[in-house]
């Protein structure tokens, strides 16, 4: 049934697009920076465990955790050394920093990678449930959205450091009135 393979599909990268979602509306909804550079960190990910895989013969999903930690040290530099100098302005300009800083990281990508369609195949099997077939890559990569997802969840909900983004988020200033260093969360 067409139908049912469809839905199933539309699940499972929906569960893709809603981790990819949280973490831009946790930016937006903290920051107030709305960053244009979320989707380019993606595309440049997604290169990074290609030539990992290709290159050096590392797995995708051990390789996953040091590309993670790589993007997480850029993302850093970016916000102290750019982003936090302009946070307290006009959206507008934070938008066009995060659009003209994703314009470099495009381009770069670009020059540097081509625009050539490249693929991971991990080859993990499908699994069969009657006209249904899923790749058990899939599977993997929608379980993994749907537990970090989760595992954020838990972090605003149940610790002091999530309890701080939850109400830097709510409002700043009262937030800075009860002692949370603002410009450090």
Same mark, same amino acid.
């Given at each position: ?37 979320? *989707?380019?960190? =993606? ?7 290609? $030539? ?43 938008? #066009? ?16 990678? #081509?625009? #050539? ?7 993990? *099997? ?12 899939? =599977?993997?990569?929608?379980? &993994?959205? &749907?537990?970090? #997802?989760?595992?954020? $969840? ?32």
């Amino acid at each position: 049934m067409d139908v049912l393979q469809i839905l199933v599909n539309g699940l499972m990268l929906g569960a893709l697009y809603a981790c990819i979602a949280v973490g831009f509306s946790l930016v937006w909804g903290v920051l107030n920076v709305i960053n244009m550079l979320h *989707g380019s960190f =993606i595309v440049l990910g997604g290169y990074l465990a290609f $030539f990992a895989w290709r290159d050096l013969g590392l797995h995708p999903l051990i390789s996953l955790v040091g590309i993670a930690a790589m993007l997480f040290a850029l993302g850093w530099v970016l916000q102290y050394g750019l982003i936090n100098h302009i946070v307290a302005r006009p959206v507008l300009t934070t938008l #066009t920093l995060t659009f003209g800083l994703d314009m470099i990281v495009y381009n770069v990508m670009t020059l540097a990678f #081509t625009a #050539t369609p490249r693929r991971i195949a991990l080859d993990l *099997g499908v699994l069969h449930a009657s006209d249904v077939v899923v790749p058990v890559d899939r =599977i993997i990569a929608m379980v &993994l959205a &749907l537990v970090l #997802t989760g595992l954020l $969840f838990l972090l605003l909900r149940t610790s002091s450091l999530g309890r701080a983004i939850v109400a830097v988020r709510m409002d700043r200033d009262a937030a800075s009135l009860m002692g949370i260093r603002v410009e450090r969360i």
